[in-house]
């Protein structure tokens, strides 16, 4: 970890990243105390003074106004007078919490089975890569899309917990699931060079049991593994999440999201291209400064790995 | 050689009896409700719900279910309800505009895929790589639908160089079909061409550390044989197998973010459409046909790995 | 020998006319960048290679002998890379010489051979393509096919059976030392002077070896080309070479005539590397009385392929049978594939058997179910060959031996007293206990492993070729520690080597392992004197020896009677040191024969 301490370009975007999500924590206060306004109130029969003159929220021909630079609206409004800056933050928030959710779960489940296949071999093996390769075989926007839609109208109800069709854990989980044999078959891989391995065999002759191996042996040499494919998962599953919430199989309104904005300003072009912009440079930026730092965690945890960034 | 053939073979044909049944599964058999009410979408009846119930046999145990739904996909029979069409023959319809899309953007960042990361890793740790990398992590960390929209917008509307989407077929005006599908194809290839090069900046840099390399270098040969046909033929298994990756997100994902943006009318923004609507039979058939398409294509491109690879081939 | 060379300009001043060496080094210094700070690779090296001439360059990992060809063939060029020095290769200078110039060079008069031959060659390429390849970089006007012909006839002459066929066959679908035929067999294909072998035979089992070492010789003879051999076998070295170079730490500490440093080491490393080499000192054979320790029976294992498809199931062990008493050590040799490791890891249970009995203190083994299985393993210990990747990189070395105490049945505050007394025992500081593997060296990381495998005194060791990944120098060290330890505890040693030095300094009875069997098994001065099998005759034959190397009779052979067994390990090793020291059976030294 000290080698990208040294990286200064990869902390600088990783501070990128950091700052925009506190950022978007603080959506409430900008909301309260700067915009005066929520991110679902509707202000399209109202209008506003700028420059001196007083505008429509929302032209009769349904084009919002752009940047104000002021307090309220201070990035516009969209076509229901929504304040673009308020939704924009609020949806960060939304995107990040998915992303955030989604990473953890596929973490979870790649390491878990992935040591496990690697480990065990044989049978446990065969039907795991099976299983990875099955979901991995779809690509991961339409897996995302299948289970979105599936799940959108009546929500999921697993007998151990329901998550209900408005619900962010929904596209957390689908996420979560899309991604999970990316960073699974790998780790498997992983797990299977290193089972070969001379210290592996000196624990088997110590009597070590299986569990104990695999938890104190193979687990913490994949840890390098793990770590550099982290800020890789929250990247791609924040750029899936607004791909989805884009299509509609995502975050649902009225919940606001990254996606579902640039898709109302899409809808407008040629119109209100600041619907457009605003989102979509915000999620780049997000999305690039992760990027930059997994680059920089690579370069420093495992030079030679070789990671595809898009999933 | 042949052993492994059949085997492969073998191999595809139980992964795509495995996504038909796992398509099947997430659409019919997720348990939150009743599937025959997704079936018929928003807009349904009743009577229709009941209807489906019948036809498709959701009041039957769950295997009878799946033969039904393979039979109505491989018969062409499948009808979207809320469209009231028949959802095979608008996927044939659609079908022009995806293939050109994606065949289109396939060139490109193949070549230019090729050609950047060769460089990268020719002048590796060098000003030209980090100038590149950064192209393409900026490449990777873009939407392609904002991608599009920006391009639509500036090239389109505000610069009018380029056609404001839609499809021209390319036997009726291939100039027509070039211009209409450049926007497009490079929104595709900028998101391509970064996840690309860098995979292959590492993959020619492993190569470049062989041992053999350093004996073509031994033997006299001159920088450009031993780049060519050291390098560059030992790198082409890498080359073959990623871009069979990326054309793989391109038919699964790509084209549905992007036809929409473009209005190309193509089975992505079917897919895109239906998505919106909550229509689940267009979805469901296009989910299992792509993932089927994706598994041949990498049963294909295992295949071309065979040949390149003498150790694969006479084993 | 020298030629008449023509009278030039340019000569250094203390060399006569008439002997103008093909090669001249002088003052050769490499450095490379690295991220933590200049690296001297090669410090002001000189030395010059005479036409018809055999220089070894001798010297252990990291002395930069390697470097030393590399930089010659102009292979470490690069921008993190500062080269200065002269190196002549007949009137040419190398360092320095434009990129064009040097490929001109390469191949053609300047060849170089490496140490991996299944890397060095392009998996996708044919090898008569390879060959051929050379050719017509040099020679454009030659045809592929007129090529092609000559690339049968190269590799007709190093000795490939079958050339014309092998011509056209993929380098996976050779052996070892085909590959590195193939590789000789290019670097005559231009006629090239000189021939840089970098350690040409280190990869290639012992007898292949022979075979190589035999092809180069006649190199020289037929073909009169110089060959500058890079080796860190003294043994290699010993047949072939003319003159020596012994390299440490970047410079040339010695060089001579291979007699001269032979029999007359000046310096104190040279001095040390030969001595690593040198017999052991005299040991009392053991042989021990009563129950053996440890049996096997008719032992088979099998690989079965994998995936099916042909059904074909290799056989690495084919009915192996032998004992090993209380105390004793045995050996088991032989080369890459016989199934010694196996044989090793299947007593071990890393591997199960397909066939056949072993037992401990007469208990079930093979069979035993998990939980016996775990009580067993308290009595055996194992030493693996890679230091490096024997120890999990990220447990502290304390930890690693807590838990080898602990899984023989200390309690945990036991456990952590004893890993500072293990790394002591071990000759190693308990302090060590805190550190990393990778901040230890290779042989304090297998002293280490050592520790490991004799926590909680058990009573039979498996030792998996414990000393081959270390360097000569640290070897003898190494072996030392592992009598001690066994005569202070008591145990058996059960160790696979591929190097008969080894094995001669510590084995009280030798196994001859070929093909999944045990072809011979007896006394260790009997085996190693008077070989009866065929292929052990082939082995000891093989075996790279020094000069004077005759094995002359070493053992100091009493008939232990009962009694006697019973010193106590004190008593023993005082009679073993009076035996060692003073006593007039002590053999002299072989170099002063």
Redesign the interface.
């Known amino acids: 970890m000290r080698a990208v301490a040294h990286d200064k370009v990869a902390l600088a975007f990783g501070a990128l990243f950091v700052a925009i999500v506190v950022l978007c924590l603080f959506a409430p206060v900008y909301a309260q105390d700067v915009a005066h306004t929520g991110p679902d109130d509707n202000h399209i029969t109202e209008t506003v003074i700028v420059d001196g003159k007083q505008v429509d929220v929302v032209s009769p021909q349904g084009v919002p106004i752009g940047p104000t630079w002021k307090g309220r609206f201070l990035l516009g409004a969209d076509s229901n007078g929504r304040d673009v800056a308020v939704r924009l933050l609020y949806g960060g928030r939304n995107s990040l919490e998915i992303a955030a959710i989604a990473t953890l779960i596929t973490m979870v489940l790649a390491v878990l089975l992935g040591t496990l296949a690697g480990y065990l071999r044989g049978f446990a093996d065969g039907v795991l890569s099976?299983l990875f390769?099955?979901v991995w075989?779809?690509?991961?926007?339409?897996?995302g899309?299948?289970?979105?839609?599936?799940?959108?109208?009546?929500?999921?109800?697993?007998?151990l917990f329901t998550l209900h069709s408005g619900s962010l854990l929904l596209p957390a989980f689908v996420i979560g699931i899309v991604f999970f044999p990316y960073v699974a078959k790998p780790l498997r891989a992983h797990a299977l060079s290193l089972r070969e391995?001379?210290?592996v065999?000196?624990?088997?002759?110590?009597?070590?049991s299986p569990l104990r191996i695999m938890v104190?042996?193979i687990l913490?040499?994949l840890?390098s593994t793990i770590i550099v494919f982290v800020p890789l998962i929250v990247?791609n599953a924040i750029?899936l999440e607004?791909?989805l919430s884009?299509?509609?199989?995502g975050v649902q309104d009225p919940n606001p999201s990254w996606?579902t904005m640039?898709a109302d300003?899409?809808r407008l072009?040629?119109g209100a291209?600041h619907l457009?912009?605003v989102p979509?440079v915000m999620?780049?930026l997000t999305?690039?400064s992760v990027?930059?730092f997994a680059?920089g965690v690579r370069d420093a945890l495992d030079p030679?790995a070789?990671?595809?960034?898009?999933? | 050689m042949a052993v492994f053939l059949a085997r492969r073979l073998a191999a595809l044909v139980a992964v795509l009896f495995a996504i038909t049944v796992l398509t099947f599964l997430i659409f019919q058999a997720i348990p939150n409700g009743d599937p025959a009410l997704r079936m018929a979408g928003r807009l349904a009846t009743p009577q229709q719900v009941q209807d489906i119930r019948v036809q498709w046999g959701f009041d039957k145990p769950i295997y009878v279910q799946y033969a039904k739904t393979m039979e109505k996909v491989l018969d062409g029979s499948v009808i979207s309800y809320t469209q009231q069409i028949n959802v095979e023959q608008e996927i044939v319809r659609d079908l022009p505009p995806t293939i050109s899309l994606a065949l289109g953007a396939g060139v490109i960042w193949l070549v230019l895929g090729v050609l950047l990361g060769l460089l990268s890793a020719m002048h590796a740790g060098r000003l030209l790589d980090r100038v590149l990398t950064v192209f393409a992590l900026t490449g990777i960390s873009m939407p392609v639908f904002f991608l599009g929209a920006i391009m639509l917008y500036w090239l389109g509307y505000k610069w009018g160089l380029l056609p404001l989407g839609g499809y021209v077929p390319l036997t009726s005006d291939p100039w027509g079909w070039f211009t209409h599908m450049l926007m497009p194809w490079i929104a595709l290839s900028i998101v391509s061409i970064g996840v690309y090069s860098r995979v292959l900046r590492a993959n020619v840099l492993d190569v470049m550390s062989e041992d053999y390399v350093r004996t073509a270098r031994a033997k006299g040969l001159s920088e450009r044989r031993v780049l060519i046909h050291h390098v560059l033929r030992n790198s082409l298994m890498g080359i073959v197998t990623l871009w069979g990756l990326d054309f793989a997100w391109v038919i699964g994902g790509g084209a549905i973010l992007v036809e929409s943006v473009f209005n190309l009318g193509g089975v992505g923004q079917y897919a895109a459409q239906s998505i919106g609507r909550l229509d689940v039979p267009p979805v469901m058939v296009i989910t299992m046909l792509v993932a089927c398409a994706v598994v041949v294509l990498s049963t294909l491109v295992d295949l071309a790995y065979a040949l390149l690879d003498p150790r694969v081939r006479l084993s | 020998m020298s030629e008449l060379g023509e009278d030039s300009h340019g000569l250094p001043p203390d060399r006569p006319a008439v002997q103008r060496p093909l090669l001249e080094v002088r003052e050769l210094s490499v450095s490379f960048a690295t991220a933590n700070g200049p690296v001297q690779a090669v410090d002001g090296v000189s030395f010059a290679l005479d036409r018809g001439e055999v220089l070894a360059i001798v010297g252990e990992s990291g002395s930069g002998k390697s470097v030393c060809a590399m930089t010659l063939m102009g292979l470490t060029r690069g921008p993190n890379t500062t080269i200065a020095g002269s190196a002549q290769l007949e009137d040419r200078e190398l360092i320095g010489a434009s990129e064009a110039q040097l490929r001109r060079i390469r191949g053609a008069q300047l060849a170089m051979v490496f140490q991996d031959p299944q890397s060095s060659l392009n998996p996708v390429y044919r090898v008569g393509d390879q060959i051929a390849e050379q050719i017509r970089a040099h020679k454009p006007l030659v045809s592929h096919a007129q090529a092609i012909e000559r690339a049968g006839e190269l590799m007709e002459q190093v000795g490939i059976p079958r050339a014309r066929e092998r011509v056209r066959s993929y380098p996976h679908e050779l052996s070892g030392g085909m590959r590195q035929r193939v590789m000789i067999a290019m670097a005559l294909s231009l006629g090239a002077k000189a021939l840089l072998a970098d350690e040409p035979t280190t990869a290639l089992d012992v007898t292949v070896q022979a075979q190589i070492l035999t092809q180069l010789k006649q190199l020289r003879e037929q073909n009169g080309m110089s060959i500058l051999l890079i080796t860190h076998d003294f043994g290699v070295v010993a047949d072939i070479a003319d003159r020596i170079a012994v390299m440490q730490a970047g410079r040339i500490v010695e060089q001579g005539t291979a007699e001269a440093i032979f029999h007359e080491p000046q310096h104190p490393y040279t001095r040390s590397l030969l001595q690593a080499l040198a017999p052991p000192a005299a040991r009392r054979i053991r042989r021990p009385q009563g129950a053996p320790l440890l049996e096997v029976e008719d032992l088979r294992v099998s690989y079965g392929r994998r995936g099916g498809g042909r059904g074909v199931s290799v056989q690495a062990l084919d009915g192996v049978s032998l004992t090993v008493g209380v105390g004793e050590t045995l050996a088991i040799v032989g080369e890459s594939g016989c199934g010694k490791t196996t044989l090793l890891r299947s007593i071990a249970r890393l591997i199960e058997p397909s066939g056949g009995a072993i037992r401990l203190q007469g208990q079930d083994l093979a069979g035993a179910p998990r939980r016996k299985l775990a009580s067993l393993r308290r009595d055996l210990g194992m030493v693996f060959q890679d230091p490096q990747a024997s120890l999990n990189p990220r447990r502290r070395i304390g930890r690693t031996l807590e838990r080898a105490l602990r899984a023989r049945g200390l309690g945990r505050a036991e456990a952590q007293l004893g890993a500072g007394q293990l790394l002591e025992w071990v000759g190693l500081k308990a302090a060590y206990a805190t550190r990393f593997p990778h901040e230890l060296s290779g042989g304090e990381r297998q002293r280490v492993g050592i520790a490991r495998a004799l926590a909680g005194e058990p009573r039979l060791v498996l030792l998996d070729e414990p000393v081959s990944s270390l360097d000569a120098s640290i070897r003898r060290g190494v072996i030392e520690l592992l009598g001690e330890l066994q005569s202070q505890i008591r145990c058996s040693y059960v160790l696979v080597s591929h190097d008969f030095t080894t094995v001669e300094a510590v084995a009280d009875r030798i196994a001859v392992m070929q093909g999944g069997k045990v072809v011979e098994l007896a006394e260790a001065r009997e085996l190693l004197e008077r070989p009866k099998h065929p292929y052990t005759r082939e082995l000891l034959a093989a075996c790279p020896r020094l000069p004077g190397g005759v094995r002359s009779d070493r053992w100091v052979d009493k008939e232990t009677s009962p009694e006697e067994q019973e010193t106590s390990p004190g008593q023993q090793r005082l009679a073993e040191t009076a035996i060692s020291e003073g006593s007039p059976q002590r053999p002299r030294s072989s170099f002063s024969a």
Do not use: C, H, Q, W
Request: glycine fraction near 16%; charged fraction near 15%; avoid cysteine.
């Open positions: 099976r390769d099955l075989a779809y690509p991961a926007v339409l897996l899309v299948a289970l979105g839609v599936a799940l959108a109208v009546g929500g999921l109800n697993l007998g391995r001379e210290f065999d000196a624990a088997r002759v110590m009597g070590s104190g042996e913490p040499n840890t990247a750029l607004a791909g884009y299509l509609g199989a996606g640039i300003g899409i072009i040629p291209i457009v912009l979509g999620l780049v999305v690039l990027n930059v680059d030679k070789i990671v595809r960034g898009r999933f």
